[in-house]
């Protein structure tokens, strides 16, 4: 009898998929407390900036204030990454024209329109750092699931930190998720490593989430040969760009599976997603059914990415 696809664990239909009411009002609420916890730091600065420029008496006076002079040119509007870019004397410009057009105008309350420009700025930082947050968490939750699959089943794994590249064995620590970028650990005596956002050279693309037969030091000379499982995991959790995130994910996987057609292999594909419509759901739940991919999950469904972590694990 041959045994049932890797998918029936946790599905048993299309409505298995979907993303729930209750699964959307928690991801709103998830991505809220992240932004505010990004937000933080920029409060604390612009407390900071208050502090420190309440020793000038006018605008003018802010350019004998030691310490501020990164504050200034926020609030002139530029970014640190813009900042890195100028000469010195095209930011002496900025703050001039920030204190000419701006802070005289505001009279005794220049201080406070000083704080609320530099604070306009920085929630552009902000806005542009949350885009891909629901990426970000997405990626948090299914690491720490793999994680939890491979600890109860005494696995012993490494990880590799995603600024340095450097790897580490097993860690009991709680914060591993936010800055991981691969994990690696042996299936009996066969080599697994998982990589996140890797540009795939036979793709030419990058893939959200791939999983080699190959140790991480042989992965420079990885084949098509050497990829198990590829996939797709998208965090938005916003219905109206759930569409646009499947559609996305849709031909990023007809584009590897085609890719690793020509070679002649044919590594597993599957999905992972936050919001998902009925459409959607029905859309997926047919290509499962055709073999088309191997595995999809709806990443609000706590069971369901367990199991597409312990079927990961065990490939």
């Given amino acids: 009898m041959p045994s049932k696809p890797p998918y029936r664990r946790h599905l048993n239909s299309s409505e298995d998929l979907e993303?729930?009411?209750?699964?959307?009002r928690a991801g709103f609420v998830a991505l809220a407390l992240e932004k505010n916890r990004r937000a933080t730091p920029f409060i604390a600065e612009a407390r900071a900036l208050q502090e420190a420029a309440s020793q000038a008496m006018n605008p003018i006076d802010l350019l004998k204030v030691k310490g501020i002079e990164n504050g200034l040119l926020t609030a002139a509007?530029?970014?640190?990454?813009?900042?890195a870019h100028l000469q010195s004397e095209d930011k002496a410009t900025a703050v001039r024209e920030l204190i000419r057009n701006f802070l005289e105008p505001a009279g005794e309350k220049f201080i406070e329109?000083?704080?609320?420009?530099?604070?306009?700025?920085?929630?552009?930082?902000?806005?542009?750092?949350?885009?891909n947050v629901g990426g970000v968490l997405a990626q948090r939750k299914l690491t720490r699931a793999i994680l939890s699959t491979l600890k109860i089943s005494g696995t012993r794994y490494f990880w590799q930190d995603t600024k340095s590249r450097n790897w580490f064995e097993n860690s009991d620590d709680l914060d591993i998720e936010s800055t991981?970028?691969?994990?690696?650990?042996?299936?009996?005596?066969k080599h697994r490593t998982l990589?996140?956002?890797?540009?795939v050279p036979l793709v030419k693309n990058n893939v959200d989430i791939c999983l080699f037969n190959a140790a991480p030091d042989s992965l420079d000379e990885?084949?098509?040969?050497?990829?198990?499982?590829?996939?797709?995991?998208?965090?938005?959790?916003?219905?109206?760009?759930a569409d646009e995130h499947w559609k996305t994910a849709k031909t990023a996987l007809e584009r590897i599976r085609k890719s690793f057609t020509r070679?002649?292999?044919?590594?597993?594909?599957?999905?992972?997603?936050?919001?998902?419509?009925?459409?959607?759901?029905?859309?997926?739940?047919?290509?499962?059914?055709?073999?088309?991919?191997?595995?999809?999950?709806?990443?609000?469904?706590?069971?369901?990415?367990?199991?597409?972590?312990?079927?990961?694990?065990?490939?």
């Fill in 195 to 199: 990589i996140y956002n890797l540009t």
């Fill in 77 to 83: 509007g530029l970014s640190d990454k813009a900042a």
């Fill in 263 to 315: 070679t002649k292999h044919n590594p597993h594909t599957f999905f992972i997603g936050a919001a998902i419509e009925k459409k959607m759901a029905t859309e997926i739940w047919d290509e499962l059914q055709q073999g088309i991919f191997s595995n999809a999950a709806n990443l609000n469904n706590e069971n369901q990415v367990a199991s597409v972590s312990h079927w990961l694990c065990n490939l």
């Fill in 113 to 131: 329109e000083l704080v609320f420009r530099f604070l306009l700025t920085r929630g552009d930082t902000l806005g542009g750092s949350m885009r």
């Fill in 222 to 241: 990885a084949d098509a040969g050497s990829y198990i499982a590829l996939g797709e995991l998208k965090g938005g959790i916003d219905p109206a760009g």
């Fill in 180 to 189: 991981l970028r691969g994990l690696y650990w042996q299936n009996g005596r």
């Fill in 19 to 24: 993303t729930t009411y209750e699964a959307t």
